[in-house]
Structure formats: structure tokens, C-alpha cells
């Protein structure tokens, strides 16, 4: 277990393709597969692999992400001694970079007893073991390990990201980004990991170059001054940088060989408890492929979907290749193909919204289609 080890999870990511969904939240508190928010993956992980001192970097916006994590009980970090703390989640100051939120809170490092740090992101999902990527950062003496993958470009779910140059000895040369043109690429998933005395020396050292703006900016561009080694992952990796990549992500769950691996009982994916009542659903409903969260009445069709909480599908309403988010009310005769609702959308009876299966169609939160205005609404 990785008891002396402290854990950095920076939410200040490029959500620039995400706008529709990270408008009144961070990219950390996006729900994935009806029950669960982005960040509750790598808190689990985190805490899989024993550790119990965990710094959320937290950007603006961030009242949802709050009301999501609490105090960590779900995770088990509401402890007296370390536990979970979160930095700069006001609602009106701009977006900061990790670098000056670690300075600015600088105590947070230095009164930590950990010797060691595990410094990531949320947008990555997969089920990781930290405890063997410590064991193989500790073996090779290296300064900084960083955790890949190899993919193809095959769905340009990486699109973007940064890719790695690997030397025989897996040791990184040089950090690229991955415009698509390649069918195999070394995906970095932006997880570091490294002492807490050289992560200070980098906070301090990029402050006085000024020319990085991130953590993770920093490492990428002094990778020839540094030893910097690469850890393999070869499990499941879902990336988040845009909505046709979460939509993907999110059809890629009701795959059940993928579903097995990211919720895994040796290493369970815990989150923020919800009690609702069990799902209803009324002799007139069709589902079929779907994950369907409770506290939803269900009259209408589902197909290959993802319903959250709270949903209410009125008799003859159809949903395909969706994601519905909690507490939207799709009334009778409705017809959503492709489509994305944030919370508490309500799709008036009858309408048709039909978006593309990689350009998913997004309705805002709190938004309404009314047939007085819109009858119906394509994307092809």
C-alpha cells in the first residue's frame, strides 16, 4: 500500500471542446454512466492503492464539483489526519493555472509527512494499480515516471493528446501531439509520478522560467533535462477532451468486457451516494443494452443508452445512442437519437432531436424543446 504517498489531482484541464457541458462545472464533475462523476475514477484509484492525503486543484465553477466530493467520505478520506483537501474552488476569480495554485498553497506540501507524489488529472478514465507503477518508478531511480498507452487512431479519441518519444530503455526523449496522422501513437495520461522534494524544485523552477503554465507543461518541455521514465498501461483508457470523445466513452461502458474492467471488484470505483428509489418501469416501456440508474419511471423505448437519475420517459417517447443526465423529463412521442441532455432538460411531446453517432446533439441545462417553437431539430 502506498502509505507514504500523496496524491495531486489537477481539475485545471483544456475543456475548450466541452464548453456545452463544462459551462457551470469542471471537467472533474462531469457525469459518466449515470452514477458517477470523472473524478470519482482516479480518487478510487488513488485510494486502491492506500493513499489517504489527496489535493484537489480545483478551477472556477466548481460548486457542483464540491457538493459531489464532500468531505471524501465515499472514498474514506474524512480523516482527522491527512484526508481530502481542495484549493480554490470560488465561483468569480479566473481560472489559474496548477502551478501557482501549488505555490499559493505551498503549506499543503510541505506540512504533508509523504515523501512521495502521485500527481494527475481527471479526463483519463480507466482502472489503474498505482501500486505496481510505484514499484516500477521506484525501481528505475528515475526522476519522474509518466503513464502511457499505445493506441491507434483508428476513432481519434486521442486527438490532441500528447504522445510520448520512447528511447529502447523506455526512457522519454521527447513529447509530441497527436494530430492523427500516425496509427500508432504513444498516448500520454498525463499521471506523474515523483518525490515531493523534486516536485517543489519544479513549482520553484517553472516560476522562475515563466514559461510554462502547467505542471504537466513543464515536465513535457524540460524532458531532455530530466530523467524521465515511461510506464506502460495496457488496460482500458477513455479519454475526455471534446464531446465526440466523451460520447464515445460513455457507449464504449455498456460494453460489458469494458464495463468489467473499469469497475472491477479487486478495485471498485466508489462515488458520492444517492438514495432513491428503484427504477419503475411500466408494462408499456422496450429497453434493451441500457444502463438505467433508479429513481427513474420508464414508459417509453430505450436503446443503447445511459439514463441518470431522476429521468421520467412518458409513453411513446424513443431514446437511442443517448446519454440523458439527472432529472430530465422526455415526454410522449419524443424521439432522441444521438443525443446528449444535460441536467434537468425537459423535451416537449413529439419532438425529434437526431444528432450524429460521433457529433452527438448537447441541450444545455435547464433548457426546454417546446413543439410552439421547435418542432424538430437534425444533425447529420
Keep these: 500500500m502506498l502509505t507514504n504517498y500523496l496524491g495531486i489531482v489537477s481539475l485545471t484541464e483544456n475543456d475548450s471542446k466541452l464548453k456545452s457541458l463544462t459551462a457551470t462545472r469542471p471537467l472533474g464533475s462531469i457525469p459518466i454512466f449515470g452514477r458517477y462523476r470523472a473524478i470519482d475514477f482516479v480518487l478510487s484509484n488513488l485510494v486502491n492503492a492506500g493513499v489517504t492525503n489527496v489535493g484537489i486543484l480545483a478551477p472556477t465553477k466548481s460548486r457542483s464539483l464540491i457538493d459531489h466530493v464532500g468531505t471524501g467520505k465515499p472514498w474514506d478520506l474524512n480523516r482527522k489526519v ?3 483537501y481542495i484549493f ?8 489559474i493555472s496548477d502551478i501557482k495554485l501549488l505555490k499559493s498553497n505551498m503549506e499543503f506540501l510541505l506540512r504533508s509527512k509523504k515523501e512521495m507524489v502521485i500527481f494527475t488529472s481527471s479526463h483519463m478514465i480507466c482502472n489503474i494499480d498505482f501500486e505496481e507503477v510505484a514499484k516500477y518508478h521506484e525501481e528505475s531511480n528515475a526522476d519522474i515516471t509518466v503513464v502511457y498507452k499505445k493506441v491507434t487512431n483508428e476513432d481519434d479519441l486521442f486527438l490532441d493528446a500528447p504522445t510520448l518519444i520512447l528511447d529502447q530503455d523506455s526512457k522519454v526523449v ?6 492523427g496522422r500516425r496509427t500508432l501513437v504513444n498516448i500520454s ?3 506523474f509520478l515523483l518525490s515531493k522534494e523534486f516536485l517543489i524544485e519544479c513549482i520553484l523552477g517553472c516560476l522562475e522560467n515563466g514559461n510554462c503554465g502547467s505542471f504537466r507543461d513543464f515536465v513535457y518541455k524540460n524532458v531532455q533535462n530530466m530523467n524521465v521514465n515511461a510506464y506502460e498501461f495496457k488496460g482500458y483508457v477513455g479519454c475526455i477532451n471534446s464531446i465526440s470523445s466523451y460520447f464515445k466513452v460513455s457507449m464504449d461502458m455498456l460494453n460489458v ?3 468489467s474492467e473499469l469497475f472491477s471488484k479487486e478495485r471498485p470505483i466508489y462515488t458520492k451516494s444517492n438514495d432513491s428509489p428503484p427504477t419503475r418501469y411500466f408494462s408499456t416501456c422496450e429497453v434493451e443494452n441500457s444502463f438505467i440508474s433508479n429513481g427513474c419511471l420508464i414508459e417509453g423505448k430505450v436503446k443503447n443508452s445511459i439514463i441518470s437519475r431522476g429521468v421520467v420517459i412518458e409513453k411513446d417517447a424513443v431514446v437511442e445512442n443517448s ?5 430530465c423529463i422526455i415526454k410522449s412521442g419524443a424521439v432522441l ?4 441532455l444535460d441536467k434537468n432538460v425537459v423535451i416537449d411531446s413529439n419532438a425529434t432531436l437526431i444528432g450524429h453517432n460521433k457529433n452527438p446533439l448537447v441541450m444545455e441545462k435547464h433548457s426546454e424543446v417546446d413543439l410552439s417553437v421547435l418542432k424538430e431539430v437534425k444533425r447529420v
Design 337 to 340: 437519437k444521438n443525443v446528449i
Design 257 to 259: 468486457d469494458i464495463q
Design 174 to 179: 521527447g513529447v509530441g501531439k497527436n494530430i
Design 323 to 327: 446519454i440523458i443526465f439527472p432529472k
Design 82 to 84: 491527512d484526508g481530502l
Design 189 to 191: 495520461l498525463d499521471m
Design 88 to 95: 480554490n474552488y470560488s465561483y468569480d476569480p479566473p481560472s
